[in-house]
């Protein structure tokens, strides 16, 4: 099946905005992220391999793990999950180790339901003072933190 | 020595007048004067953004001439085609084994569905087949006996 998949630099100067399709409902692809058993059949370049220390998926919660290269090194990795509105949209913070990912950028995954087929939106944010400022106010505050933890109960009693 | 860092890198390339600035620095090495033209700028203004971007390593200014010329650094630029590279790289292959993992847990699931399938149709068989024999003995208790 042909993927169809793109990754546009220049809608936005800072960020990188990719989208592509996927043949399968959207609560299948949402839940190929929430549990590091599914994470661990796709995540990372062809011939890598992940290894997961840690996995807490909640908003404030972090994914720590190992990426092992076809060269042979590892690449330490640490995932801060911000946002997680099922089965819509998962933003998080990636990076913050020098050896890999010396940036801190932050990525938001959309999720939109095409009926039996899933459009995935892919943005990664360039750092930039203003927007670390923007984090940092927004989940930093007990309010903001508040807020999206009263979203997750939401729905978990929705799932109830 | 500036440490150069992707952080101040994007930050320093997240302006327009300074990706304008760039742009112009690659066709060569020019003075301050020379890019305040077309930015419509005061010379200070255009001076702090190119100390923003002397401190992300994006460009140099020399030392040699009283006017300081300003030329471009490829390397914090190769720095962020190395990282675009990766990033890249990232997006296109693990969605593609993100894409065969989803099609191999669907047909799991349609195998799945099968077996429970057949395994409720041999089980309505085995009842219809129960059912069937009783009547049959139901039916052989009905008949008269000769």
């Not at chain 2, 500036?2 to 090495?29: C, H, N, Q, Y």
Request: hydrophobic share 35%; charged share 30%.
């Amino acid at each position: 099946m042909p993927a169809t998949s793109s990754l546009d630099l220049d809608r936005d100067p800072r960020s990188i905005i990719g989208t592509r399709e996927f043949d399968a409902p959207r609560e299948l692809v949402f839940s190929a992220w929430t549990d590091p058993k599914h994470l661990a059949q796709w995540w990372g370049p062809n011939g890598f391999t992940t290894t997961t220390y840690s996995f807490d998926f909640r908003p404030g919660g972090t994914w720590r793990f190992v990426m092992h290269g076809p060269d042979g090194r590892d690449y330490q990795n640490l995932i801060t999950f911000e946002e997680i509105v099922p089965p819509e949209r998962i933003v998080y913070r990636h990076g913050g180790t020098d050896d890999v990912e010396p940036a801190q950028f932050r990525q938001t995954v959309i999720f939109e339901d095409l009926g039996g087929r899933t459009r995935l939106i892919w943005r990664g944010d360039f750092p930039s003072a203003a927007e670390r400022d923007r984090v940092i106010k927004e989940y930093g505050a007990d309010k903001g933190l508040a807020q999206t933890m009263a979203r997750l109960a939401d729905y978990v009693a929705a799932q109830a | 020595m500036v440490k150069l860092s992707l952080d101040s890198t994007f930050a320093a390339l997240s302006d327009p007048t300074r990706r304008a600035i760039l742009a112009r620095l690659a066709l060569g090495e020019t003075s301050v004067t020379e890019l305040a033209k077309p930015c419509a700028m005061s010379l200070p203004a255009v001076s702090k953004h190119l100390k923003v971007l002397e401190r992300a390593g994006l460009i140099a200014r020399g030392r040699e001439a009283q006017w300081r010329p300003c030329r471009i650094e490829p390397r914090a630029l190769k720095d962020i085609d190395d990282w675009l590279a990766h990033y890249r790289r990232f997006f296109d292959e693990s969605f593609d084994r993100l894409d065969a993992y989803l099609q191999k847990l669907q047909a799991k699931g349609r195998t799945q569905e099968r077996t429970q399938e057949r395994t409720q149709e041999r089980t309505q068989e085995r009842n219809n087949r129960g059912s069937k024999r009783k009547d049959r003995k139901h039916a052989r208790n009905k008949q008269p006996r000769s």
